[in-house]
Structure formats: structure tokens, C-alpha cells
């Protein structure tokens, strides 16, 4: 598969609009609009109903710097966050679902062409907490004021990421994709509560995260000023990734994060 044809490749206008004439009813001129620039995957993986609910969802943001939905999806919840670029978003969403308790299942992270943020995430709730609308309604506040940043999410975490044994070592992969203008970070290892809120606090473009007996499969895009990290940024996630990750691929000149 060529670069050109890769699912994480933008959207293109014609396939935008090869996507709206399949649609069983009519949409306005802004649904284009949001669709675009969204990867390939979003709609080859995306139920046509659910593209629908989430461009309705962003028409409903207006001047708010965020909004949400939160739902039954099967024996999951599925949480959808709409914003515009916002730095650490992934992590903050995290952090917020850690704090209540919850136990990320899967997440994925889109930008589409006008810097309009959709990440989703589909956890368990052991406890039931979710089963109250009240508490549901609580959440989402505290999700959106924790977007925002008005919210510290780490004193809220550190006791109980404190108690955790120390990270078991994860596999990192990573290198640069100049087609994407981006660099592709895969990341694989053990499960362990708070470990996507402590790995994503970076700008990310693109995220797939699956997490399935007990271990996590991660995928990530970062860029820097458009473009991919290069020697200089790739070094810099290394140094973050000190004692925690085995890194290999053209990353460093060290196969193995320095300890």
C-alpha cells in the first residue's frame, strides 16, 4: 500500500463527497466541511449514523471551547469529546476517565482539516458509577473543565499512581513519515491503570489505542511545526521514555532508553 493509500491519510474532496450521495438523507454544506481533512480510517471504520451524530455534536460546540456525549456502546461506554486544538487533550481525557475509576478499553484521536479535535474512548465501568445520570452529568463537567485545563489531574492521580509498582518496560517503535508529515510511535506492553494519562502528554495528531488481555497496542502521529520530529524530537520522547520504553527503529543511536 502506497503512502497515498494509507488509512491514516487525509480525506480527500472527492471521497468527501463520494461519502455525502451514499448518505440515506440530506445533510447541509458544513457536513463536507467537517468530514475533511478527517483520515480514512474515520470513515471506513466510522457506522455512517454515528458520522452523522458526531458533525450534529459539533455543531453544538458553537463558541464553547468543548462538548461532549457519553453513552451505552454494548457492554461499553463511549465517550466523544469535540473541541478545537487544544494541547494535551488526549491525556487530560484520560486523566479525567482515570480519576473516576474507569478502565480504558480503546480511544482514537482525529483533526480534521479545520483543526476541529474528535477523540473517542470506550471503557468499562466496574463499578457502575455511569449507571446514575446524575453522576454522568458530574462527570462531564469535570471532563470539560479538565479539557480546559482548569482542572489539575495529577494530585488528583498521584496517590493512587504512587501505590503502582514500578512501569513494566514497554516496546517503542518509532520513526519518521515525511509523507504524513509526521512521525509514527507505536507502543506495546503491559496494562496498568493511568498508563495512557502518563504516556500521551504530548501534542498528538492521530491516535488508535486497543487494549486487550491485558496488554496495551497503541499507535500514535506526532508532528512538530508540521512536519515530523526529526532527530531532535525523537530524542526528546527517548529522554521521556527513560527507563520505561526499549526503543527500537531509527530513533536514536541507542536501541534502549537510558535509564
Known amino acids: 500500500m502506497g503512502a497515498r493509500d ?24 458544513g457536513f463536507a466541511g467537517f468530514i475533511l481533512g478527517f483520515p480514512r480510517k474515520y470513515l471506513a471504520e466510522t457506522p455512517r449514523a454515528e458520522v452523522v451524530k458526531h458533525y450534529a455534536l459539533a455543531g453544538s460546540l458553537g463558541t464553547r471551547p468543548v462538548i461532549s456525549s457519553l ?10 469529546v469535540i473541541t478545537r486544538d487544544r494541547r494535551f487533550l488526549f491525556s487530560r481525557i484520560a486523566g479525567a476517565l482515570s480519576c473516576s475509576g474507569m ?3 480503546a480511544a482514537e484521536a482525529f483533526a480534521n482539516a479545520s483543526a476541529l479535535v474528535l477523540d473517542t474512548f470506550r471503557f468499562r465501568d466496574d463499578d457502575g458509577r455511569f449507571e446514575q445520570s446524575a453522576t454522568r452529568r458530574r462527570f462531564q463537567v469535570f471532563l470539560e473543565d479538565a479539557v480546559e485545563g482548569k482542572v489539575e489531574l495529577e494530585p488528583l492521580l498521584r496517590e493512587r499512581l504512587g501505590r503502582l509498582p514500578p512501569l513494566s518496560r514497554l516496546e517503542v ?42 496488554r496495551v497496542r497503541d499507535e500514535f502521529l506526532l508532528s512538530r511545526a508540521g512536519g515530523p520530529l526529526g532527530v531532535e524530537g525523537r530524542s526528546e520522547v527517548i529522554r521521556a521514555l527513560a527507563g520505561l520504553a526499549v526503543v527500537k527503529g531509527p530513533a536514536a543511536e541507542s536501541r534502549t532508553a537510558a535509564s
Open 173 to 214: 517503535e518509532m520513526e519518521d513519515e515525511p509523507a504524513r508529515g509526521a512521525t509514527r510511535l507505536r507502543l506495546e506492553g503491559p496494562d496498568r491503570f493511568g498508563l495512557l494519562y502518563l504516556f500521551s502528554r504530548a501534542d498528538i495528531e492521530l491516535a488508535a489505542i486497543d487494549t486487550a488481555g491485558g
Open 6 to 29: 494509507s488509512p491514516d491519510m487525509p480525506i480527500d474532496p472527492a471521497e468527501v463527497a463520494d461519502f455525502v450521495r451514499a448518505l440515506p438523507l440530506a445533510v447541509d454544506a
Open 103 to 105: 478502565d480504558i478499553v
Open 71 to 80: 453513552g451505552r456502546s454494548a457492554a461499553l461506554w463511549k465517550l466523544c
